[in-house]
C-alpha cells in the first residue's frame, strides 16, 4: 500500500490506485495520515471537512467517509474508532511525507558531518517525492490548515540541497531551480544570497549583483527594511570579487544549514571545523576564522575585558556579562535577531522552555554587538540565591558599584532613581538572566537613551515589558542539534554513526541542555558508542535520569517550571501528559480533562507560558494547537508514579 499527499492526495495498492472519492473522504484520509497514528477528533474532523458551518447530518456523513475509506483500504490498513475519534494504523504501508521526513533528517545529518555528496543525493530525493502542490484534493479549510506546514520543510529542504551542491561546485546546476524557489519566495533572504553566489560562480558578477539590488528594492518597498547583515556581506563581497570558492566536498559548506552568516567561511581539515567571524559593522567584510567547535558561532571582533576598563573621562566601564562557552552551536537566526534589536535601539526578552539555551544565546548576542555599547555591559542572574534573597535592592547595589557610584542610598527608589541618572547618556547593554516576571525587572531597567536591555526567562508574560523584541526558543534544528554534539561529544565519533546520532537528538528533544548533557556523557565515557547511549536513553522510565551530569540536570528545570504551578493546573499537565498525545488543541484537552472547551484552553494557554507546552503557529483553525516536549511528559508521569507510590 502507498499513501501520497505530496501533491495530489491518493493510495495505490500494487501500483493500482484506489477509489477515494471526493474532497472531503481525500481529507479524512490525509488527516488521519498526518496524525500519525494519534487520535483524530471527531471535532476536528467536521471542521477540517465543513468549517464552522458543518450540516445536521455531519456526524453520520463523517461516519459514512470512514467506512468507505475502511472498505477501500482492505485489511491491511486499520482504521479503528478510538474514544470521540479516528485513528489509523497503516502498518508496513509506504508514505511519501514519512519517507521525505526520513530523508530530510538523514540528509540534513550528512551535511552537518561534511557528506555533501551523500546529503545532495538524499535532498534530492526528498524534493523528488513532492509532486505538484501539496494536498491537493482535499477541502479548502484542511489545505490552509496543513499546507504551509508542509511547504515550509519543503522549502528548508531546498535550502540544504542548494547548499550541499553549492559546496560540490554544482553553481551551474543549481541556477535554474534557486531562480525558480527566489521567483517564489522573492522576501526570502537565505535563497537569493545561495542564487547570487551560484552566479557570482558562474562568471556571472553583474546578475549576481541585479539579484541583490532587487531584493533590497521589494524589502523597501514592501516591508520597509533594508536587507539583513548577511546578505550585505554576501552583496560586498561578489562587489569586491572576495567571495571564496566552493568548499572541498569532504569540508563544511560554503552556505550553513542554519540561517547564518552568508560571508565568512574557512575551510578547514575534514576533522577542523568552521567558524563564522562576525562583523563589527553591517557593510564590513568579516576575515574568515577557523576555531571553535562544529557550527561554532565566532568570537565577536570585541573581546570580553578580563577586568572593569576606563574611558577617558575615567568612569568604569564594567565588563559583568560571562563570555558564552566556546563551543557554543547554532541558534545563529535568533543571535541574530537578538542583535540587530539591540543595534537598532530596541530591548529584547528571550523566552523558552527550561533547557532550551536562553542564557547562553544572551551571553552570545552580547559579545556580538559589544561594540555598540563602549561604556559597559551589566549582568545579573535572577535566580541565583544572592539575588533572590536581596531582591531588586541588592543588584541594583551591584550594578551602582560597577559604574563607579559612590554611597549607595538604602531604599529601593532611591536605588532606582541614582541607578537611572548614572547610566544616562551612556550606552550599556544590561542583561538580566532567569527573570520570573516583569515586576522583577522594571526597578532594574536603566535611564533609557542609548541603553538597551535583553531579558530572559521562562515565562512568556515577560513580553508585557513595553518596547520589547520577543524571541522565542524552541527545539534546535536536526542539523544544529547534531552540530551541538559533534562540539561537545567530538566530530568523529559522531560522523562515525550519524543514524544513531539523529536518533539520540531527537530522544533529547533537541533541546541544548539534555544534547550537551547527552554529549558530555559520551565525552566522559569514551568506550561507548554512540548506538549504546541510544539504547540507554530509550526507555521511557530511565531517560531523565541518564540525562543528568554533575550539576546539569534536564529534570531540575522542568520540575522548577512545574512547581509554579497551582494544584489544579499541576493536574491538568499530569492528566494531559497522561493521554499520551503529542500535541493538543482546546477540543483535544477539554476531551483529557472533562472540561468545557474555553477552560481547556486556558489551560493550554497557562502550561505554555510555564514553558511546560510550546504553542504551535496558528494553522487557521478555531483552535490554536500546542505540542507537547516528550520530556516535559516524562516529567510528569514520574511525579505521578511517585505521587501514586507516596499514597
Known amino acids: 500500500m502507498d499513501f501520497r499527499i505530496l501533491g495530489f492526495v491518493s493510495a495505490e495498492r500494487e501500483g493500482r490506485p484506489i477509489a477515494l472519492g471526493g474532497g472531503k473522504q481525500r481529507t479524512v484520509l490525509a488527516a488521519l495520515l498526518l496524525a500519525r497514528g494519534r487520535v483524530v477528533p471527531d471535532e476536528r474532523l467536521t471542521t477540517l471537512l465543513w468549517d464552522c458551518d458543518p450540516p445536521a447530518t455531519s456526524t453520520k456523513q463523517l461516519y459514512t467517509y470512514v467506512?468507505?475509506?475502511?472498505?477501500?483500504?482492505?485489511?491491511?490498513?486499520?482504521?479503528?474508532?478510538?474514544?470521540?475519534?479516528?485513528?489509523?494504523?497503516?502498518?508496513?504501508?509506504?508514505?511519501?511525507?514519512?519517507?521525505?521526513?526520513?530523508?530530510?533528517?538523514?540528509?540534513?545529518?550528512?551535511?552537518?558531518?561534511?557528506?555533501?555528496?551523500?546529503?545532495?543525493?538524499?535532498?534530492?530525493?526528498?524534493?523528488?517525492?513532492?509532486?505538484?502542490?501539496?494536498?491537493?484534493?482535499?477541502?479548502?479549510?484542511?489545505?490552509?490548515?496543513?499546507?504551509?506546514?508542509?511547504?515550509?520543510?519543503?522549502?528548508?529542504?531546498?535550502?540544504?540541497?542548494?547548499?550541499?551542491?553549492?559546496?560540490?561546485?554544482?553553481?551551474?546546476?543549481?541556477?535554474?531551480?534557486?531562480?525558480?524557489?527566489?521567483?517564489?519566495?522573492?522576501?526570502?533572504?537565505?535563497?537569493?544570497?545561495?542564487?547570487?553566489?551560484?552566479?557570482?560562480?558562474?562568471?556571472?558578477?553583474?546578475?549576481?549583483?541585479?539579484?541583490?539590488?532587487?531584493?533590497?528594492?521589494?524589502?523597501?518597498?514592501?516591508?520597509?527594511?533594508?536587507?539583513?547583515?548577511?546578505?550585505?556581506?554576501?552583496?560586498?563581497?561578489?562587489l569586491t570579487a572576495t567571495l571564496p570558492p566552493p568548499s572541498a566536498p569532504s569540508a563544511p559548506s560554503a552556505f550553513p544549514v542554519s540561517p547564518a552568516p552568508l560571508a565568512a567561511t574557512a575551510v578547514t581539515a575534514p576533522t577542523a571545523p568552521t567558524a563564522v567571524a562576525a562583523p563589527t559593522a553591517p557593510t564590513a567584510v568579516a576575515a574568515p576564522t577557523a576555531a571553535g567547535g562544529a557550527g561554532t558561532a565566532a568570537q565577536a571582533p570585541h573581546a570580553p575585558a578580563a577586568g572593569p576598563a576606563h574611558d577617558g573621562d575615567a568612569r568604569p566601564v564594567p565588563a559583568l556579562v560571562p563570555a558564552p562557552p566556546g563551543d557554543f552551536t547554532g541558534r545563529r537566526a535568533e543571535v541574530g535577531q537578538v542583535a540587530g534589536a539591540l543595534r537598532g535601539g530596541r530591548d529584547v526578552v528571550v523566552t523558552g522552555a527550561p533547557g532550551t539555551g536562553k542564557s547562553v544565546l544572551a551571553r552570545r548576542a552580547a559579545e556580538q554587538c559589544r561594540d555598540a555599547f563602549p561604556d559597559g555591559h551589566l549582568y545579573a542572574d535572577l535566580g541565583s540565591p544572592a539575588a533572590v534573597r536581596g531582591g531588586p535592592r541588592e543588584i541594583l547595589g551591584w550594578f551602582l558599584r560597577a559604574l563607579g557610584a559612590g554611597d549607595l542610598p538604602a531604599g529601593l527608589d532611591e536605588r532606582v532613581h541614582l541607578y537611572r541618572t548614572v547610566s544616562a547618556g551612556r550606552r550599556l547593554l544590561v542583561v538580566l538572566?532567569?527573570?520570573?516576571?516583569?515586576?522583577?525587572?522594571?526597578?532594574?531597567?536603566?535611564?533609557?537613551?542609548?541603553?538597551?536591555?535583553?531579558?530572559?526567562?521562562?515565562?512568556?508574560?515577560?513580553?508585557?515589558?513595553?518596547?520589547?523584541?520577543?524571541?522565542?526558543?524552541?527545539?534546535?534544528?536536526?542539523?544544529?542539534?547534531?552540530?551541538?554534539?559533534?562540539?561537545?561529544?567530538?566530530?568523529?565519533?559522531?560522523?562515525?554513526?550519524?543514524?544513531?546520532?539523529?536518533?539520540?537528538?531527537?530522544?533529547?528533544?533537541?533541546?541544548?541542555?539534555?544534547?550537551?548533557?547527552?554529549?558530555?556523557?559520551?565525552?566522559?565515557?569514551?568506550?561507548?558508542?554512540?548506538?549504546?547511549?541510544?539504547?540507554?536513553?530509550?526507555?521511557?522510565?530511565?531517560?531523565?535520569?541518564?540525562?543528568r551530569l554533575g550539576s546539569l540536570d534536564v529534570a531540575v528545570g522542568l520540575s522548577a517550571a512545574r512547581d509554579t504551578l497551582s494544584p489544579s493546573l499541576a493536574a491538568a499537565f499530569t492528566a494531559l501528559a497522561a493521554s499520551g498525545a503529542g500535541r493538543l488543541t482546546a477540543a483535544d484537552a477539554a476531551l483529557v480533562l472533562g472540561t468545557g472547551a474555553d477552560d481547556a484552553e486556558d489551560a493550554l494557554g497557562q502550561l505554555a507560558d510555564a514553558g511546560l507546552l510550546e504553542a504551535e503557529d496558528a494553522d487557521g483553525g478555531d483552535w490554536p494547537s500546542y505540542r507537547l516536549p516528550p520530556l516535559a511528559r516524562l516529567l510528569a508521569r514520574r511525579s505521578h508514579g511517585h505521587t501514586l507510590a507516596a499514597a
Open 433 to 547: 538572566d532567569g527573570a520570573v516576571d516583569d515586576a522583577q525587572v522594571r526597578p532594574l531597567l536603566p535611564g533609557g537613551g542609548a541603553c538597551r536591555t535583553v531579558v530572559t526567562g521562562v515565562r512568556a508574560p515577560l513580553a508585557s515589558l513595553e518596547g520589547t523584541s520577543l524571541v522565542r526558543l524552541g527545539p534546535m534544528p536536526p542539523a544544529d542539534a547534531v552540530r551541538l554534539l559533534a562540539a561537545v561529544a567530538g566530530r568523529p565519533r559522531i560522523v562515525a554513526e550519524p543514524q544513531a546520532t539523529v536518533r539520540l537528538a531527537e530522544l533529547c528533544d533537541r533541546n541544548p541542555l539534555a544534547l550537551r548533557i547527552a554529549a558530555a556523557r559520551l565525552a566522559a565515557r569514551p568506550q561507548w558508542s554512540v548506538a549504546r547511549l541510544v539504547a540507554r536513553l530509550q526507555p521511557e522510565e530511565r531517560r531523565l535520569a541518564e540525562l
Open 67 to 238: 467506512s468507505r475509506l475502511r472498505t477501500g483500504l482492505g485489511d491491511t490498513v486499520v482504521v479503528e474508532r478510538s474514544g470521540q475519534g479516528y485513528r489509523m494504523d497503516t502498518g508496513d504501508a509506504s508514505f511519501d511525507w514519512a519517507s521525505f521526513r526520513e530523508l530530510r533528517e538523514a540528509g540534513a545529518a550528512d551535511l552537518a558531518a561534511g557528506r555533501h555528496a551523500e546529503a545532495e543525493r538524499r535532498l534530492a530525493a526528498a524534493l523528488a517525492l513532492w509532486n505538484g502542490p501539496v494536498l491537493t484534493g482535499v477541502t479548502e479549510r484542511f489545505a490552509a490548515a496543513e499546507g504551509p506546514r508542509l511547504e515550509e520543510a519543503r522549502l528548508a529542504v531546498v535550502e540544504q540541497h542548494a547548499e550541499a551542491a553549492l559546496a560540490l561546485g554544482r553553481h551551474a546546476e543549481s541556477v535554474p531551480g534557486l531562480t525558480r524557489a527566489v521567483d517564489r519566495y522573492p522576501l526570502h533572504e537565505r535563497l537569493r544570497g545561495q542564487l547570487m553566489t551560484a552566479l557570482y560562480r558562474c562568471g556571472r558578477q553583474a546578475d549576481g549583483l541585479a539579484v541583490y539590488e532587487e531584493g533590497r528594492r521589494l524589502l523597501a518597498d514592501e516591508l520597509g527594511i533594508d536587507p539583513g547583515p548577511d546578505l550585505r556581506i554576501l552583496h560586498q563581497r561578489i
